[in-house]
């Protein structure tokens, strides 16, 4: 991440660690391994300075939130679902060396693998049931941070539209069926997103529509024939 200034928003107590590009089903992730575990780093685009005296002007604002690892560690699985393999061999086949350091990253794995012990060595394999009760537990917290910070997610099927819009940003498809239930992807990608307006609006006033062939009320004494003068 070169040049220009950057201003970054955390509540974490993280002084260092390295940044890496990381691409999932469908979005990109910028995400910072250190010691303490991994993290997310969302961009916002700021115009204009908002610091004292104008130090800095139009700056590259980040926020940081902690990143679950499974995200990746899904993925790295289901290159061979249906054996069980070394947690190192996983990690370099997909291209995800750099997790190794994480803390507590096999007991991460267990909750989506099952694991067997062979010669002091742990191997893993991706456990349907525990993917699904992870995916399930994952809706239902977005689900409830939608309904407590949206005020128009109020509605249990607005907030599971959008949390499973987050859900399909970052699962490949074959895992994200898992969860998507009865909702279409464009339901779910239409979550929050306002009606369209017509291309044209016509403002122009318009007549008044008139009722050319409507029969006058015949009165008492009148006839069809004899419309007009009421007969005494």
């Known amino acids: 991440m070169e040049g220009g200034k950057k201003l970054f928003i955390s509540s974490l107590e993280l002084s260092q660690g390295e940044v890496y590009t990381v691409h999932l089903a469908n979005c990109t992730k910028h995400l910072i391994v250190s010691e303490w575990g991994l993290y997310s780093m969302q961009h916002f685009e700021v115009f204009g ?62 909750k989506v693998a099952d694991s067997k012990e062979f010669q002091g060595n742990h191997y893993f394999r991706v456990s349907e049931a525990k993917l699904k009760d992870w995916l399930d537990k994952k809706l239902a917290v977005l689900k409830k941070g939608f309904k407590e910070k949206v005020p128009w997610a109020q ?15 970052l699962l490949e498809s074959k895992v994200f069926e898992m969860v998507r239930d009865k909702y ?26 008139t009722e050319t062939n409507k029969k006058p ?11 007009g003068k009421k007969v005494t």
């Open 217 to 227: 009320k015949l009165e008492k004494g009148q006839t069809k024939l004899n419309f």
């Open 155 to 169: 509605r249990e099927e607005v907030a599971t539209r959008l949390g499973l819009g987050v859900l399909n940003e």
């Open 49 to 110: 300075s908002f610091a004292i005296e104008n130090e800095i002007t139009n700056p590259e604002f980040w926020v940081v939130t902690p990143f679950d690892p499974c995200f990746l560690l899904i993925s790295a699985l289901n290159k061979r679902p249906e054996v069980f393999r070394d947690l190192e061999e996983m990690l370099v086949e997909s291209g995800l060396s750099f997790l190794r350091t994480l803390p507590n990253l096999s007991e991460q794995l267990e």
């Open 184 to 209: 279409s992807l464009e339901e779910i990608l239409s979550a929050g997103r306002p009606a369209p307006k017509p291309l044209v609006e016509n403002y122009l006033p318009q007549p008044k529509k």
